[in-house]
């Protein structure tokens, strides 16, 4: 009845059967930004801002939640992530995350470098929302993924 993995027959919700799946080598890219004042990108960028290295929480922050992601999105699966980055970039008015994750083993890891992302971002909004708290988080989205049976997929392609 329903193309969407996640529901039966009849629509019901379900967890994947991943039992049969062979392990491969697994891996996904996430990035998203927060925008911000000047004044306030500057108070992060210099760690100045009232509640310390903004980004050392958010990296931690972030790491701490893809390890956590079955906890959060229903029907996910709990997985042995191999690895967690979270990096940062400055841009105009704005911080960049991005996220990767990997693991070896039955299924993907996207929604773990999403919520990394996510999370991270939150984290800087948290962290600097005392400097102004019209801050915007968006753009949060996979950028790649490898592995498994349908293999490689980058934003852009169909």
């Known amino acids: 009845m329903s193309k969407l993995s996640h529901l ?23 990035t998203g930004r927060i925008t911000m004042s000047a004044e306030t990108l500057q108070a992060v960028r210099d760690g100045s801002g009232p509640k310390g290295d903004v980004l050392a929480a958010a990296r931690i922050a972030g790491i701490m939640a893809a390890k956590k992601t079955a906890d959060l999105i229903p029907l ?18 704005a911080v960049r995350a991005t996220a990767t994750a990997a693991l070896v083993g039955k ?3 996207e929604m773990e470098a999403m919520t990394a992302t996510a999370v991270a971002l939150l ?8 400097l102004g708290k019209g801050m ?3 753009e949060v989205r996979l950028l790649a993924k490898s592995g498994g049976k349908s293999g490689e997929w980058r934003a852009g392609d169909a």
């Open 136 to 138: 915007v988080i968006e």
């Open 76 to 93: 996910c699966h709990p997985l042995p992530l191999s690895s967690v980055t979270v990096e940062f970039e400055f841009e105009e008015g």
């Open 8 to 30: 039966d027959d009849t629509g019901a919700a379900r967890m994947v059967d991943i039992g049969g799946k062979a392990d491969s080598d697994r891996k996904a890219v996430a």
């Open 123 to 130: 984290t800087i909004y948290d962290m600097a929302k005392v």
């Open 107 to 109: 299924t993907g890891v």
